[in-house]
């Protein structure tokens, strides 16, 4: 934990406007954690857009965006319940030094293959395993660390809105520049910015001061925690619930990131710049989610917000699928960029606030697998469907699926409303 006192920290409750909005910031540890991320998830996005280019360019082959993807995804997918644990009995703190070091040096390598004129399909894929794996442990431990630097508990749904700004607040940036810089220098130059935005992040992380963590003697394997956290995780229904809607979104509605560039070039007979405009658009409409749920006084209610978010989704997708127009196709990603926010959001802070504290990294674990594991199958789903049939039949089973799944989420809210209680 932080070393500031709680006794500064006003309630909530007295905070209003933009103080309320921004009342994570607060805590010195979370300012430093916010402002070193916002740098390195602009650099991310940047090397998303130019890595989707890049594979496009080399392949002309949808399904080969889809094979891309699954191979940086699987990994987490097989190995983050394996590292929930780790996180549990670990320095959430040490785990993401590490793992963010890791990734540099992944962004670096990409850059050096790029900008040397050595870059192949195999090396997109390999180094992708290798990333997917780092990831699976960078996941929950990032999750986990909020908590470490928000003490009150009524500010971790604020903090978690605030982390998705950055996220999405990136979003709008760095596609935009990555549009821009595809065009005039080529995708090297997007690898090597992203590699050196990662010293942002790993500075601020050792700029923290963290109270010394506490040493408990593991009396159980390894394996009996990850059967102990399995049975909580999937014993509780509306920790169960909300990760099987999440699990769903993320396979069906979450892979039409992989399609844009097709969209961008075939749909909408456009560039870079287009790709980089409707993944902006992506990051407006989760800006303006952010805006929502960060002004809420708790978390109170959250379990209704999931559908309504999961449909708002779902039909922006079905609509952006039928769009031949620019302009209303950037407005229609906007709007699935709201509801896609907030959904993911939404479930984070249901999950953080109702979950035991000892076993918060290995179900955070279960969350990155249901929104990060099962996004490999995703993309590889909607390669292949968009290789089969086309694009945009592709988007409009998925937006259908996630509208099916919502409907039967709020179905079964009444039934479990008690047991989500710990939201305030």
């Known amino acids: 934990m932080s070393l500031e006192t709680k006794a500064e920290q006003p309630d909530p409750d007295d905070l209003k406007g933009l103080k309320r909005i921004f009342r994570a910031f607060r805590y010195r540890n979370y300012r430093l954690f916010f402002a070193g991320q916002s740098v390195s998830w602009i650099g991310t996005w940047i090397q998303r857009i130019a890595m989707s280019w890049l594979v496009y360019r ?18 987490t997918f097989l190995f983050v319940s394996f590292a929930g644990v780790l996180v549990d009995r670990w320095s959430r703190h040490r785990i993401l030094v590490v793992t963010q070091s890791l990734t540099m040096m992944y962004a670096m390598s990409l850059a050096i293959l790029v900008l040397t004129h050595r870059i192949a399909i195999w090396h997109i894929i390999g180094l992708g395993m290798f ?4 990831n699976a442990f960078d996941a929950p431990a990032r999750q986990s660390f909020v908590v470490e630097m928000v003490e009150k508990k009524e500010d971790l749904g604020n903090a978690i809105a605030l982390n998705s700004s950055m996220v999405n607040g990136a979003r709008l940036i760095g596609p935009s520049v990555a549009g821009m810089l595809i065009s005039a220098v080529g995708e090297g130059i997007c690898f090597l910015i992203n ?23 593991q009396k159980t394997h390894v394996l009996g925690e990850l059967k102990e956290g399995f049975s909580y995780t999937f014993g509780f229904p509306p920790i169960r619930s909300v990760l099987l809607l999440l699990s769903l979104v993320s396979l069906m509605g979450m892979p039409y990131v992989v399609l844009m560039p097709i969209f961008a070039k075939n749909i909408l007979h456009g560039g870079p710049h287009t790709l980089g405009f409707l993944m902006g658009g992506v990051g407006a409409g989760a800006l303006i989610g952010v805006v929502f ?18 449909t708002i989704f779902g039909v922006g997708l079905i609509a952006f699928s039928l769009s031949r127009n620019f302009l209303l196709s950037l407005l229609l990603i906007t709007m699935a960029g709201f509801g896609m926010m907030v959904q993911t959001a939404s479930c984070n802070t249901v999950l953080q606030t109702i979950v035991d504290d ?12 249901s929104f990060m594991g099962t996004a490999p199958f995703g993309s ?3 390669g292949s469907l968009a290789s089969m049939m ?23 809210l009444p039934s479990q409303r008690e047991l989500f209680r710990a939201l305030g």
Do not use: H
């Open 358 to 369: 000892d076993k918060r990294g290995r179900v955070m674990s279960f969350y990155a697998m």
């Open 131 to 134: 990333v997917g794996i780092v």
């Open 390 to 412: 086309n694009a945009p039949s592709t988007l409009l089973i998925g937006g259908t699926s996630c509208i099916i799944g919502a409907v039967i989420f709020a179905s079964r």
């Open 195 to 217: 590699s050196l935005s990662y010293l942002a992040v790993i500075a601020a992380l050792l700029a923290m001061r963290l109270s010394p963590a506490g040493t408990e003697d």
């Open 293 to 310: 749920l960060a002004a809420r006084r708790s978390a109170r209610g959250l379990e209704k917000t999931i559908p309504m978010a999961t």
């Open 58 to 75: 080399l392949t002309n082959s949808a399904f080969l965006l889809g094979v891309v993807g699954f191979s940086s995804q699987i990994p």
């Open 380 to 382: 590889l789903l909607a």
